[in-house]
Antibody
Framework: QAQLVESGGGLVKPGGSLRLSCAASGFILGDHDMYWIRQTLGKGLEWIAYINYSGLTTYYAASVKGRLTISRDNAKNSLFLQMNRVKDDDTAVYFC???????????WGQGTLVTVSS | EIVMTQSPATLSVSPGERATLSCRASQSISIKLAWYQQKPGQAPRLLIYHASTRAPGIPARFSGSGSGTGFTLTISSLQSEDFAVYYCQQYNDWPLRTFGQGTKVEIK
């Protein structure tokens, strides 16, 4: 059974950095495109970063482009999100999610809370 | 960016009754639509993909319909565990996946 577990969230000051990790088990991470999706009370669910199965193609939402970097280590079945120059608006629960071949996100982590505050 | 709009924001339904949730896309997305259920403190759970195909393990009381810009999620007879927030999401625009703002189904 596919499982995703995020870690690395916490309290960070504006302008600071944080690295989120997502450990995959029960399936081969390298067979799937992956996303980071965040959720806030104000903006709901928002996709912020995409990485293809090989790691060679990435895309970012305009709200995070140039500050957040998605990467993966398929040999270690792990996905990452490096967050730099964080802003108050980055406060959210961050989920890693697997996009199923037919469509839709068929596996999600439990989420990790990132709070940006001075 | 494709904007997804859900209605109503809140739906009050009695257990055993039918619930009908709507989702509209700002442009045609064919049948590239998924529905999710989210309970407090949990991640969203995939219910429906391709607008009408139930994900594995999803009860038959959940059904989806629609194509193009208009979609519906129907829960035929609400059970206590169905009270939650429901989201639609389009995957026609790669890789810019967008979600609706959600419909909360609450006990009447």
């Amino acid at each position: 059974q596919a499982q995703l577990v995020e870690s690395g969230g916490g309290l960070v000051k504006p302008g600071g950095s944080l690295r989120l990790s997502c450990a995959a088990s029960g399936f081969i991470l390298g067979d799937h495109d992956m996303y980071w999706i965040r959720q806030t009370l104000g903006k709901g669910l928002e996709w912020i970063a995409y990485i293809n199965y090989s790691g060679l193609t990435t895309y970012y939402a305009a709200s995070v482009k140039g500050r957040l970097t998605i990467s993966r280590d398929n040999a270690k079945n792990s996905l990452f999100l490096q967050m730099n120059r964080v802003k108050d608006d980055d406060t959210a629960v961050y989920f890693c999610a697997r996009e199923g071949p037919p469509g839709g996100f068929d596996s999600w982590g439990q989420g990790t809370l990132v709070t940006v505050s001075s | 960016e494709i904007v997804m709009t859900q209605s109503p924001a809140t739906l009050s339904v009695s257990p055993g009754e039918r619930a009908t949730l709507s989702c509209r896309a700002s442009q045609s997305i064919s049948i590239k639509l998924a529905w999710y259920q989210q309970k407090p403190g949990q991640a969203p759970r995939l219910l429906i993909y391709h607008a009408s195909t139930r994900a594995p393990g999803i009860p038959a009381r959940f059904s989806g319909s629609g194509s193009g810009t208009g979609f519906t999620l129907t829960i035929s007879s609400l059970q206590s565990e169905d009270f939650a927030v429901y989201y639609c999401q389009q995957y026609n625009d790669w890789p810019l996946r967008t979600f609706g703002q959600g419909t909360k189904v609450e006990i009447k």
